[in-house]
Nanobody, 125 residues
Framework: VQLQASGGGSVQTGGSLRLSCVVSGLSLSDYAMSWFRQAPGQEREFVASINLNGRTYYADSVKGRFTISRDNAKNTVYLQMNSLTPEDTAVYYC????????????????????WGQGTVVTVSS
């Protein structure tokens, strides 16, 4: 199983990025998918999730700015990030969960079977 995240980069405040996570070795339609991020010196934190039914969940810090989506036919999950601020600077990780469907479970780092390698997002002021 492999989760390949891409799309990170350096942008200025107010800019946008679209992250992609291509999944191989499993059927995306069987997994809830999420994005987490980890800033230097901080713990990994939940960003957004989309469950098997397409319901989405977001951290309060990104609501209204980020949008998670999935294309099961392409085995790919996306994170559209708009209105970026320096506080969004972090390594972003995609993750797959076979057991999560609600926010309480999906926002927990321990609920995930597989993780991608991360893609770096840097937002300058």
């Amino acid at each position: 199983v492999q989760l390949q995240a891409s799309g990170g980069g350096s942008v200025q405040t107010g800019g946008s990025l679209r992250l992609s996570c291509v999944v191989s070795g499993l059927s995306l339609s069987d997994y809830a998918m999420s994005w987490f991020r980890q800033a230097p010196g901080q713990e990994r934190e939940f960003v957004a999730s989309i469950n098997l039914n397409g319901r989405t969940y977001y951290a309060d810090s990104v609501k209204g700015r980020f949008t998670i989506s999935r294309d099961n036919a392409k085995n790919t999950v996306y994170l559209q990030m708009n209105s970026l601020t320096p506080e969004d600077t972090a390594v972003y990780y995609c993750a797959a969960s076979s057991s999560g469907s609600i926010y309480y479970v999906l926002s927990n780092v321990g609920s995930y079977n597989y993780w991608g390698q991360g893609t770096v997002v840097t937002v300058s002021s």
